[in-house]
């Protein structure tokens, strides 16, 4: 079976600061990508960033980086100079086309962020 | 971007009535719409696929004869609970895959709050 487990319920931030979530996933595929989705208060599901497995370099969109380790099956995502705005739950997910693209989630890290 | 739009937002029903939850594709087509069910301070959970034109696909645990799931053009995909009860009650999302090629995101509506009394 294919899972995502993400290891921390709750992380607490300093404004300003980074914070890094975990997550790891299980999978026999060779073809995937991984994405991390913000849902916040309002529940709208919000891609933050994505990787495409096959890629060593890891990807970045502005304060949001991935560490994606392929061999451990790893794929953490940091948060740098943290933000109001960035209180969330975050949620690791992967889809690969074999599974006809649909995406399997983790349980999701509620991210507090202290002023 | 693409968005799917998610109505209603909202709804209270009551026990043993029957609720409709649409959602579409404004500004592209979705051959596929995936169907997920999200409880409070828990993840996402997938439901059922539907697929335009043909019967959709459950996964394991989720009742046909409940959700009952049509998509009958490239631009509309509905959920229907049928003959809803209080554990019914839920946050229901729907998500369309891009149409970008590989490397395409999915697409997700604004979701709707089921409560069942």
């Known amino acids: 079976a294919q899972t995502v487990t993400q290891s921390q319920p709750e992380m607490s931030v300093q404004e300003a600061e980074t914070v890094t979530l975990s997550c790891t996933y299980d999978?026999?595929?060779?073809?995937?990508?991984l994405f991390w989705y913000k849902q916040p208060p309002s529940r709208q599901m919000i891609l933050v960033i994505r990787?495409?497995?096959?890629?060593?370099q890891n990807a970045t969109e502005n304060r949001f980086s991935v560490n994606f380790q392929k061999a451990a099956k790893s794929f953490s995502l940091k948060i740098s100079d943290s933000q109001l705005g960035d209180a969330a739950m975050y949620f690791c997910a992967y889809r690969t086309k074999a599974a006809g693209n649909k995406l399997t989630f983790g349980g999701g890290t509620r991210v507090l962020v202290k002023p | 971007g693409a968005v799917v739009s998610q109505h209603p937002s909202r709804v209270i029903c009551k026990s043993g009535t029957s609720v409709k939850i649409e959602c579409r594709s404004l500004?592209?087509?979705?051959?596929?719409m995936f169907w997920y069910r999200q409880f409070p301070k828990q993840s996402l959970m997938l439901m059922a696929t539907?697929?335009?034109?043909?019967?959709?696909?459950?996964e394991q645990g989720v009742e046909k004869d409940k959700f009952l799931i049509n998509h009958a053009s490239l631009t509309l995909s509905t959920l229907t609970v049928t003959s809803a009860h209080p554990e019914d009650s839920s946050f229901y999302i729907c998500?369309?895959?891009?149409?970008?090629?590989?490397?395409?995101?999915?697409?997700f509506g604004q979701g709707t709050r089921l409560t069942v009394v």
């Open positions: 539907s697929n335009e034109g043909s019967k959709a696909t459950y």
């Open positions: 998500s369309a895959p891009g149409t970008g090629g590989r490397y395409t995101e999915a697409f």
């Open positions: 999978t026999s595929e060779s073809d995937y990508y």
């Open positions: 500004d592209f087509q979705a051959t596929t």
């Open positions: 990787q495409e497995a096959y890629k060593q």
